[in-house]
């Protein structure tokens, strides 16, 4: 038998100093403010080629190839979460503690574990908040790459590790340490650091970046893949001075479409000579090669702020897309990604339905790969077994032109997800193993990619392996804010796992982003339920049985909820069509995939009112 598969690497453990107290005093802000840590957590890491692999409340953990860049991205998140901070209440800063240790760990999926990875936590509570502690190992590997001042605090007894870590605590100021880091890597590195708030960090290092990569701008003849370009948007509000509210929606969009894999976003600095003067679409064909522009517009009265946007075909100038947007200025950053968010969740959504339609349009012997995985998604959405086995052949079709194309591996995977879940195989648990394995490998072709950590959250959770779930969802998460699916996969492991509060915050997300897919009414009919929301649990399983009309689950609901309502025919009804859908139905056998005592009580409670065994 072969045994477990190990790795030496570097593991960075990063915690939030005083974190409970924080949400002790202001749940909603504390949340909030560990959100905006994260994604400035998540840009240093991967600027440094590490990887996220643990996130759990206010801790994250990632691994490095390198000591060295672990050490530079250690200092970097820490200066960035300080710079940010200075723009809130004293109370609403957040101090980390890091800690990086050099180790052998063992491979578990995309997870490490192992001793390596303990000691990484045990040195971050060595650290200092707003500090940097090491272990020997990585201290040999920097000390003489790295110009810093090191305090060897000698060997540390520590929970749970046999031995004594020989630790070094960091005595620079890491702000220098990231200075010398953006100055041998010259002017493409300062322009992606530079700015006052974690949103234009980000947006402004991907334009950085792609100036320092040399990345060229497609030919319009290259327009086999959504492209788009998003226009700077105008300032409506009749003052010059409110064109940086403007000028931040335009850069939030941008870096948000940005984490779709399958849409090419021009970057900012390739628009931003169109600025107050809207350019013909053709001649954004022709001189940027996209698809696609997004045009809007921003209009501030008083405290409200109005925000537009449309999506144009940049060949015909046909308006494909409009919406708009409104909110309160109360919190400006606040509004700004609220609208960021919709604008950008819902326009991924549009882009895939305009796209898929494309592709179907197209002989077939000239397709590519992406026009695969686009055609294999339309069948796969009709949510039949036929429908789902072509979309299965498509897929496999994409991933034989193009090996590497990770999400024709997700999509691939998606099928056989389904055809477990479903029992449209005879070979469940190979199914199910061969979506995992194909979840992984996307991952394994781009880390990045948000629909693979979807998927292997998906997995995981219909092997009840919940905490990995979670952990998967919330890597998805943070990958792709805007991301629909991913709210709902999450939410949905929240309700079985006995949280049906915290899934109904998922699941409106979700709605808001889109508010038309089916697949979250199962689950978000079990949360109102469980909240005793009947009548709104009763909504949703009612639309669900328009579309799966076959589908026990929500009848088992029906039955529960009008039981609970003592509405007696109706709950009657929905036992008959239980029944015929699923002979051999038990309460509390199907009360068992729930969590918690008193949630499976309240199920098997409803489901014996309205006569079910």
């Given at each position: 038998?072969?045994?477990?598969?190990?790795?030496?690497?570097?593991i960075?453990?990063?915690?939030?100093?005083?974190?409970?107290r924080m949400?002790?005093?202001?749940?909603?802000?504390?949340f909030?403010?560990?959100?905006?840590?994260?994604?400035?957590?998540?840009?240093?890491?991967?600027?440094?080629?590490?990887?996220?692999f643990?996130?759990a409340?206010?801790?994250v953990?990632?691994?490095?190839?390198s000591?060295?860049?672990?050490?530079?991205?250690?200092?970097?998140?820490?200066?960035?979460?300080?710079?940010?901070?200075t723009?809130l209440?004293?109370?609403?800063r957040?101090?980390?503690?890091?800690?990086?240790?050099?180790?052998?760990v063992?491979?578990?999926?995309?997870?490490?574990?192992?001793?390596?990875v303990?000691?990484?936590?045990?040195?971050?509570?060595?650290a200092?908040?707003?500090?940097?502690?090491?272990s020997?190992?990585?201290?040999?590997?920097?000390?003489?790459?790295?110009?810093?001042l090191?305090?060897d605090?000698g060997?540390?007894?520590?929970?749970?590790?046999?031995d004594?870590?020989?630790?070094?605590?960091?005595?620079?100021?890491?702000?220098k340490?990231?200075?010398?880091?953006?100055?041998?890597?010259?002017?493409?590195?300062?322009?992606?650091?530079?700015?006052?708030?974690a949103?234009?960090?980000?947006?402004?290092?991907?334009?950085?970046?792609?100036?320092?990569?040399?990345?060229?701008?497609?030919?319009a003849?290259?327009?086999?893949?959504a492209?788009?370009a998003?226009l700077?948007?105008?300032?409506?509000?009749?003052?010059?001075?409110?064109?940086y509210?403007?000028?931040?929606?335009?850069?939030?969009?941008i870096?948000?479409?940005?984490?779709?894999?399958?849409?090419?976003?021009?970057a900012?600095?390739?628009v931003q000579?169109?600025?107050?003067?809207?350019p013909?679409?053709?001649?954004?064909?022709?001189?940027l090669?996209?698809?696609?522009?997004?045009?809007g517009?921003?209009?501030?009265?008083?405290?409200?702020?109005?925000?537009?946007?449309?999506?144009?075909?940049?060949?015909?100038?046909?308006?494909?897309w409009?919406?708009?947007y409104?909110?309160?200025?109360?919190?400006?950053?606040?509004?700004?990604?609220?609208?960021?968010?919709?604008v950008?969740?819902?326009?991924a959504?549009?882009?895939?339905?305009?796209?898929?339609?494309?592709?179907?349009?197209?002989?077939?012997?000239?397709?590519?790969?992406?026009?695969?995985?686009?055609?294999?998604?339309?069948?796969?959405?009709?949510?039949?077994r036929?429908?789902?086995?072509?979309?299965?052949?498509?897929?496999?079709?994409?991933?034989?032109?193009?090996?590497?194309?990770?999400?024709?591996?997700?999509?691939?995977?998606?099928?056989?997800?389904?055809?477990?879940e479903?029992?449209?195989?005879?070979?469940?648990?190979e199914a199910?193993?061969?979506a995992?394995?194909?979840?992984?490998?996307?991952?394994?072709?781009?880390?990045?990619?948000?629909?693979?950590?979807?998927?292997l959250?998906?997995?995981?959770?219909?092997r009840?392996?919940?905490?990995?779930a979670?952990?998967?969802?919330?890597?998805?998460?943070?990958?792709?804010?805007?991301?629909?699916?991913?709210?709902?996969?999450?939410?949905?492991?929240?309700?079985?796992?006995?949280r049906?509060?915290e899934a109904?915050?998922?699941?409106?997300v979700a709605?808001?982003?889109?508010?038309?897919?089916?697949?979250?009414?199962?689950?978000?009919?079990?949360?109102?339920?469980?909240?005793?929301r009947?009548?709104?649990?009763?909504?949703?399983?009612?639309?669900?049985?328009?579309?799966?009309?076959d589908l026990?689950?929500?009848?088992a609901?029906?039955?529960?909820?009008?039981?609970?309502?003592?509405?007696?025919?109706?709950?009657?009804?929905?036992?008959?069509?239980?029944?015929?859908?699923?002979?051999?139905?038990e309460?509390?056998?199907?009360?068992?995939?729930?969590?918690?005592?008193?949630?499976?009580?309240r199920i098997?409670?409803?489901?014996?009112?309205?006569?079910?065994r």
């Amino acid at each position: 038998m072969e045994g477990p598969k190990r790795k030496l690497t570097t593991i960075l453990c990063a915690d939030c100093a005083g974190y409970s107290r924080m949400m002790r005093d202001d749940e909603e802000a504390t949340f909030k403010t560990l959100h905006e840590c994260r994604q400035l957590i998540e840009r240093a890491v991967a600027a440094h080629e590490g990887r996220i692999f643990g996130s759990a409340g206010d801790s994250v953990v990632a691994e490095f190839a390198s000591p060295v860049e672990a050490v530079r991205a250690g200092a970097e998140i820490l200066d960035a979460i300080a710079e940010f901070g200075t723009s809130l209440p004293a109370e609403r800063r957040m101090l980390f503690r890091i800690g990086i240790n050099l180790g052998d760990v063992l491979l578990e999926g995309a997870d490490l574990i192992g001793d390596g990875v303990n000691v990484a936590s045990r040195l971050q509570a060595l650290a200092p908040p707003g500090g940097i502690c090491i272990s020997g190992g990585v201290h040999e590997q920097v000390k003489n790459k790295l110009t810093l001042l090191w305090e060897d605090l000698g060997g540390q007894r520590v929970k749970n590790i046999a031995d004594p870590v020989h630790a070094y605590r960091l005595r620079t100021d890491p702000h220098k340490v990231r200075r010398t880091v953006a100055e041998r890597l010259g002017p493409s590195y300062l322009r992606r650091v530079a700015g006052l708030g974690a949103l234009a960090v980000i947006c402004i290092g991907l334009v950085g970046l792609a100036t320092y990569l040399g990345w060229q701008m497609p030919s319009a003849s290259q327009c086999g893949r959504a492209s788009i370009a998003v226009l700077p948007f105008d300032n409506l509000s009749g003052d010059p001075a409110q064109d940086y509210f403007s000028d931040g929606t335009t850069e939030d969009i941008i870096a948000a479409l940005g984490r779709f894999s399958d849409i090419s976003v021009i970057a900012r600095g390739a628009v931003q000579k169109y600025k107050g003067k809207p350019p013909e679409p053709a001649s954004l064909s022709r001189d940027l090669g996209v698809c696609y522009a997004l045009e809007g517009s921003v209009r501030k009265t008083g405290d409200r702020v109005l925000v537009s946007a449309q999506l144009v075909d940049t060949a015909s100038g046909k308006v494909l897309w409009s919406d708009s947007y409104d909110g309160s200025l109360n919190d400006v950053f606040a509004v700004r990604n609220q609208i960021t968010q919709d604008v950008a969740g819902k326009l991924a959504i549009k882009l895939q339905d305009i796209e898929s339609k494309r592709a179907f349009k197209k002989p077939t012997d000239s397709l590519e790969a992406y026009d695969y995985v686009l055609r294999g998604r339309e069948y796969y959405a009709r949510g039949s077994r036929e429908t789902n086995s072509e979309a299965r052949k498509l897929f496999e079709r994409a991933i034989a032109i193009d090996p590497s194309y990770a999400s024709a591996h997700a999509a691939l995977g998606y099928t056989r997800l389904t055809a477990a879940e479903l029992g449209w195989t005879e070979f469940r648990a190979e199914a199910l193993q061969e979506a995992q394995d194909l979840a992984q490998k996307a991952i394994a072709l781009d880390r990045d990619n948000a629909e693979a950590h979807r998927l292997l959250g998906e997995v995981y959770f219909k092997r009840a392996q919940f905490d990995l779930a979670i952990s998967e969802d919330e890597r998805a998460i943070a990958l792709n804010p805007n991301d629909a699916a991913s709210y709902d996969s999450r939410g949905a492991v929240l309700v079985y796992t006995g949280r049906p509060k915290e899934a109904l915050a998922s699941f409106e997300v979700a709605r808001r982003l889109n508010p038309d897919d089916p697949s979250r009414l199962e689950p978000l009919g079990w949360a109102y339920y469980l909240e005793e929301r009947f009548e709104e649990a009763i909504a949703a399983w009612t639309s669900g049985t328009h579309r799966y009309p076959d589908l026990y689950v929500f009848h088992a609901g029906l039955a529960a909820a009008y039981a609970q309502l003592d509405r007696r025919n109706e709950a009657a009804n929905a036992v008959n069509q239980l029944m015929r859908t699923w002979p051999f139905f038990e309460s509390v056998a199907f009360s068992e995939q729930f969590q918690g005592d008193a949630n499976r009580a309240r199920i098997v409670d409803g489901l014996r009112k309205a006569g079910l065994r």
